[in-house]
T-cell receptor, first 113, second 109 residues
Framework: DGGITQSPKYLFRKEGQNVTLSCEQNLNHDAMYWYRQDPGQGLRLIYY???????QKGDIAEGYSVSREKKESFPLTVTSAQKNPTAFYLC????????????FGAGTRLSVL | GQQVMQIPQYQHVQEGEDFTTYCNSS?????IQWYKQRPGGHPVFLIQ?????EVKKQKRLTFQFGEAKKNSSLHITATQTTDVGTYFCAGTNDYKLSFGAGTTVTVRA
């Protein structure tokens, strides 16, 4: 949606497994973000990247990893160290920085088997 | 760190009535953004307020930024079923954006 594509829409993780969520944008935005959404808790920032090959931890980075090898792509890996991964994950992008308008993808819903 | 508090968490509204949701920050904000997330959907940008005391309108929605730039409000008049969803405010301080927990709105026809 809006030039941001997340896949898959639904994902199931087994115990001890790492899973990777895909996020691609064609808006030519410099900055990209990963948020986790749990009921009643709004959006919590996991990682963000303002330029290729650079990224910063957000408020809840433990148990997650990211890469930014291309401007268009910002995949998120949920590692086995994340003990409570069940949530709705949203990827977003903005023109330059975090104070710009954010455009969100449709989200990936991750559940644990 | 910066915290953005949003109240109420839930708002049950009779169709045709008005309501307001409030957003409060512990620090002065450089700007505030509002987003709407429909059930099962993703957040969509509504508006950004930058100036102290700024008021902006979008049809039945009125957004206000406080004089001290620490609070904001969204007022919806004559609520319709299309207004159902969760409304988030997000405040920027020191180039970092923090989202409130949202106000989830349901409408009784």
């Amino acid at each position: 949606d809006g030039g941001i594509t997340q896949s898959p829409k639904y994902l199931f993780r087994k115990e001890g497994q790492n899973v990777t969520l895909s996020c691609e944008q064609n808006l030519n935005h410099d900055a990209m973000y990963w948020y986790r959404q749990d009921p009643g808790q709004g959006l919590r920032l996991i990682y963000y990247s303002q330029i290729v090959n650079d990224f910063q931890k957000g408020d809840i980075a433990e148990g997650y990893s990211v890469s930014r090898e291309k401007k268009e792509s910002f995949p998120l890996t949920v590692t086995s160290a994340q003990k409570n991964p069940t949530a709705f994950y949203l990827c977003a992008s903005s023109q330059t920085g975090m104070d710009d308008i954010q455009y969100f993808g449709a989200g990936t819903r991750l559940s644990v088997l | 760190g910066q915290q953005v508090m949003q109240i109420p968490q839930y708002q049950h509204v009779q169709e045709g009535e008005d309501f307001t949701t409030y957003c409060n920050s512990s620090t002065t904000l450089s700007n505030i953004q509002w987003y709407k997330q429909r059930p099962g959907g993703h957040p969509v940008f509504l508006i950004q307020l930058v100036k102290s005391g700024e008021v902006k309108k979008q049809k039945r929605l009125t957004f206000q930024f406080g004089e001290a730039k620490k609070n904001s409000s969204l007022h919806i008049t004559a609520t319709q079923t299309t207004d159902v969803g969760t409304y988030f405010c997000a405040g920027t301080n020191d180039y970092k954006l923090s989202f409130g927990a949202g106000t989830t709105v349901t409408v009784r026809a």
